[in-house]
């Protein structure tokens, strides 16, 4: 996943990537509390990353759009 590819979008289609990803990263954060409280580090770990690698990709296109 080290590949770098160019994408064109415009700010509209930004902001939808922004909204869909913002509900994908609430899921994993829930379901990383789910886990938390089941005693199972392993989903936690997992689910944890998710939502961190998730709210990464969020700040740089959250960069690129005018709020």
Do not use: C, H
């Not at 869909?20 to 938390?36: C, H, N, T």
């Not at 700040?59 to 005018?66: I, N, R």
Request: charged content about 30%; aromatic content about 2%; glycine content about 2%.
């Amino acid at each position: 996943m080290t590949d770098t590819i160019s994408l064109s979008l415009t700010a509209d289609e930004i902001e939808m990537l922004v909204d869909a990803l913002e509900a994908d990263m609430e899921g994993y954060v829930e379901a990383a509390k789910e886990a938390r409280g089941n005693n199972n580090r392993e989903d936690v770990t997992t689910f944890t990353e998710a939502a961190t690698r998730i709210q990464t990709l969020l700040s740089k296109l959250q960069d690129l759009v005018e709020e």
